[in-house]
């Protein structure tokens, strides 16, 4: 042990570890992998009862433009299930990573995350909005806009509390990936660029 | 009949490592989570992924470095990917004038003291900052400290500079005290 008291004491707050069992090893092996699964299960099953109610309104509602725009929804369901299941694999690490520099670990661990937070508009908002903007303004399609000056205030309050949070969710996966990216030109500054 | 091999070449590689830097991995996982229950998960995690480890190494660089990226590597993401919220932002070794909880004139300058402070100091440090500290009181090289984290030869001299003056603060005010 070193003869620096810092060191020492360090040192001395934990001085014994060993081994896990290695049959627990095996089990645990790949429990990111099944934590990741357990996921995109429970994003499916959202995805899916997505899917189920705007199908019934697909069939069910009134004016055609609007089961058209509920139709659309579904499919944009799809396009945003499609993208969470190819952007989940990608949040899987393969074990050479895991071997890299630390700092270029890092790095790579937050490129990835900044990438999908910034792109969250494309694939996580957009595939919904066509869908939705014919379901709202359906009615006014095809009965003429000039029923828009015929709608309720709690209309109105719907489409801005749903335009609200769109741009809520928006702004939010921005701020986010504003802030890694902050992290990667740190990381990039101490390593004189060679984080990559 | 080489698949076997290898797998028991890795168990063997994993159980002699474990064995020789468990505590290592025990503490530094300490650096970095301050929940008792979310810190056992992370030492199981770190044990696991060094398990894998050996399937893949072939002696890139030595089996301490191996060993300290494996665990780093972990840790920092299972720290940006935890969700919980931090009350205090993390700062690096340059805005940080004295070790953690030194309000206490009287406290004696014990080992168990100066643990205590030192762990609380692990824990307001930006990532790379607290990679290179956990790194420093594990007592590796300065070669060691950038091979494991990829920081420059000046970058890990700078902040080993800076930790050194930082940890020998505790004893100058406990001097001019005396």
């Given at each position: 042990m070193?003869?620096?008291p810092?060191?020492?004491?360090?040192?001395?707050?934990?001085?014994?570890?060993?081994?896990?069992?290695?049959?627990?090893?095996?089990?645990?092996?790949?429990?990111?992998?099944?934590?990741?699964?357990?996921?995109?299960?429970?994003?499916?099953?959202?995805?899916?009862?997505?899917v189920?109610?705007?199908?019934?309104?697909a069939?069910?509602?009134?004016?055609?433009?609007?089961?058209?725009?509920?139709?659309?929804v579904?499919?944009?369901?799809?396009?945003?299930?499609?993208?969470?299941?190819?952007?989940?694999?990608?949040?899987?690490?393969?074990?050479?990573?895991?071997?890299?520099?630390?700092?270029?670990?890092?790095?790579?661990?937050?490129?990835?995350?900044?990438?999908?937070?910034?792109?969250?508009?494309?694939?996580?908002l957009?595939?919904?909005?066509?869908?939705?903007?014919?379901?709202?303004f359906?009615?006014?399609?095809?009965?003429?806009?000039?029923i828009?000056?015929?709608?309720?205030?709690?209309?109105?309050?719907?489409?801005?509390?749903t335009?609200?949070?769109f741009?809520?969710?928006?702004?939010?996966?921005?701020?986010?990936?504003?802030?890694l990216?902050?992290?990667?030109?740190?990381?990039?500054?101490?390593?004189?660029?060679n984080?990559? | 009949?080489?698949?076997?091999?290898?797998?028991?070449?890795?168990?063997?590689?994993?159980?002699?490592?474990?064995?020789?830097?468990?505590?290592?991995?025990?503490?530094?996982?300490?650096?970095?989570?301050?929940?008792?229950?979310?810190?056992?998960?992370?030492?199981?995690?770190?044990?696991?992924?060094?398990?894998?480890?050996?399937a893949?190494?072939?002696?890139?660089?030595?089996?301490?470095?191996?060993?300290?990226?494996?665990?780093?590597?972990?840790?920092?993401?299972?720290?940006?990917?935890?969700?919980?919220?931090?009350?205090?932002?993390?700062?690096?070794?340059?805005?940080i004038?004295?070790?953690?909880?030194?309000?206490?004139?009287?406290?004696?300058?014990?080992?168990?003291?100066?643990?205590?402070?030192?762990?609380?100091?692990?824990?307001?440090?930006?990532?790379?900052?607290?990679?290179v500290?956990?790194?420093?009181?594990?007592?590796?090289?300065?070669?060691?400290?950038?091979?494991v984290?990829?920081?420059?030869?000046?970058?890990?001299?700078?902040?080993?500079?800076?930790?050194?003056?930082?940890?020998?603060?505790?004893?100058?005010?406990?001097?001019?005290?005396?």
């Open positions: 070193s003869d620096d810092a060191k020492q004491a360090w040192q001395s707050t934990v001085a014994v570890g060993g081994p896990l069992p290695l049959d627990q090893l095996r089990r645990n092996a790949d429990k990111f992998y099944r934590l990741i699964r357990l996921r995109n299960r429970i994003e499916f099953a959202a995805c899916l009862l997505v189920v109610v705007f199908t019934a309104y069939f069910l509602l009134p004016v055609e433009t609007v089961r058209v725009g509920a139709a659309t579904v499919g944009g369901t799809f396009v945003v299930a499609w993208q969470l299941h190819r952007r989940a694999s990608a949040l899987v690490p393969p074990d050479e990573a895991l071997a890299a520099a630390t700092l270029a670990h890092q790095r790579a661990q937050m490129v990835r995350q900044r990438d999908a937070l910034a792109s969250v508009f494309y694939w996580y957009l595939p919904f909005m066509p869908g939705l903007l014919l379901m709202i359906g009615a006014a399609i095809e009965q003429g806009f000039g828009l000056g015929h709608l309720r205030w709690n209309d109105w309050g719907a489409v801005s509390l335009a609200a949070l741009v809520f969710v928006w702004w939010l996966n921005r701020r986010a990936a504003r802030k990216q902050k992290g990667i030109e740190e990381i990039d500054a101490l390593t004189g660029g984080g990559s | 009949m080489t698949d076997i091999n290898g797998k028991s070449r890795q168990d063997a590689r994993y159980l002699a490592a474990a064995r020789q830097h468990g505590a290592m991995i025990e503490r530094l996982a300490r650096g970095y989570e301050a929940d008792a229950e979310l810190r056992r998960d992370l030492v199981q995690e770190i044990h696991a992924a060094l398990w894998r480890s050996f893949i190494f072939e002696g890139q660089c030595s089996e301490r470095s191996w060993v300290h990226r494996i665990a780093h590597n972990v840790a920092v993401s299972h720290i940006l990917t935890s969700r919980r919220t931090r009350r205090t932002p993390l700062v690096g070794l340059d805005q004038a004295e070790l953690a909880d030194e309000d206490d004139p009287e406290q004696e300058i014990g080992e168990r003291a100066l643990s205590q402070r030192l762990l609380a100091t692990i824990h307001r440090l930006a990532p790379a900052d607290r990679q500290m956990l790194l420093y009181l594990e007592d590796l090289t300065a070669a060691e400290i950038g091979e984290t990829g920081l420059s030869a000046s970058a890990v001299a700078v902040r080993i500079h800076r930790l050194k003056a930082l940890l020998a603060k505790p004893y100058r005010s406990q001097e001019k005290r005396a």
